[in-house]
């Protein structure tokens, strides 16, 4: 062998063998942190495998590639909901005309100095529900009055921070309140509002809105107040009358983290995503290790017409917008 194709080989052996160990460590991501962090990567995982495994397979050794196929495959079977399957799977869809709603999430990054960017994507989207999340007084002083008084209600809580966070809605709320959850006592809001159909005599159909943000897990106590956060927002949830939910911000944690699965599974909501793909949200300025942790999940009763990730806006992060329609509850 040249010494050139054994450079190239060495390479593409390192990034298989450094691609199948990261698998076999997010496989022990229930064990808690560091392990945790490794459940984050299936899709850099997966195409790393597939370029390896290929180049083995047509150019030897052969068994490094074919013994990296179930692994390849565990990442794959992680991924394929989100190209197969429909978010609204499980929601029929109502015989009247339904009422909807378009929602955007965006963590506006606390140091952004570009405002504009901001504001002309949420004025391309135009949601009725925005939330905005490291929004600082300065940040929002930036805003022009016109965009605030596009959005007469608002909760919040804006601080000098990268915890500030602000929920603007068209619509009126039925109520609203600033909560606290986790180690360090992280606000996240807790709303409902309800949507009225001029088309349909029938009642206005309401829905609850969770906005929140957890620590991100970057260390051992940051990772054990983020897990607290889930474990306390599902307590919260349990206990809301209305059964329609929304739970939607920069979760600092990906669907395939053990601790934002127990979340959803615990607490019947379903990730917006499925079936419109994998996109990344954070770490926009280096898109090969993006990874999606801004999420809009939803519970039973909620139909995803449509969801997407918006451009950069200045941030670390991407908007998130999905269309959605309340369906019948059973």
Not at 129 to 140: D, S
Not at 219 to 227: G, I, K
Request: hydrophobic letters at 45%.
């Amino acid at each position: 062998m040249n010494p050139i194709r054994r450079f190239i080989t060495a390479i593409f052996a390192f990034a298989l063998i450094g691609a199948n160990a990261a698998t076999l460590l997010a496989l022990l991501a229930g064990t808690g942190w560091p392990a945790e962090l490794f459940s984050h990567f299936p899709v850099q995982y997966a195409l790393a495998q597939i370029t390896a495994i290929a180049f083995f397979l047509l150019l030897r050794p052969r068994w490094l590639g074919l013994i990296s196929l179930p692994l390849l495959g565990l990442n794959l079977w992680l991924l394929a909901p989100y190209y197969w399957q429909s978010g609204s799977a499980h929601a029929a869809p109502s015989p009247a005309p339904a009422a909807t709603l378009r929602v955007m999430t965006l963590n506006v990054n606390a140091q952004n100095p570009h405002t504009d960017l901001v504001v002309r994507a949420i004025e391309a989207e135009d949601p009725d529900l925005l939330l905005l999340l490291e929004i600082t007084p300065a940040l929002w002083e930036s805003t022009s009055i016109e965009f605030r008084e596009r959005y007469p209600y608002r909760a919040s809580e804006i601080v000098d921070s990268p915890f500030g966070i602000a929920l603007l809605s068209r619509r009126p709320f039925v109520y609203h309140d600033i909560l606290h959850f986790g180690t360090y006592g992280r606000p996240a809001i807790s709303a409902q509002l309800c949507l009225e159909n001029a088309e349909s005599g029938a009642a206005a159909p309401c829905l609850h809105v969770m906005a929140m943000h957890p620590d991100p897990p970057i260390t051992p106590s940051l990772a054990r107040s983020r897990d607290g956060q889930f474990t306390e927002v599902g307590e919260y949830l349990r206990g809301v009358s209305e059964k329609r939910r929304l739970v939607m911000g920069d979760l600092n944690a990906t669907p395939w983290s053990p601790a934002l699965r127990h979340f959803m599974e615990h607490n019947g909501m379903r990730d917006s995503a499925l079936g419109y793909g994998v996109h990344p949200t954070w770490f926009s300025r280096w898109l090969p290790l993006g990874i999606p942790i801004d999420q809009i999940l939803h519970s039973n009763g909620i139909i995803v017409l449509d969801r997407r990730v918006g451009p950069d806006v200045g941030s670390d992060h991407f908007p998130v917008t999905a269309d959605i329609s309340l369906a019948p509850v059973e």
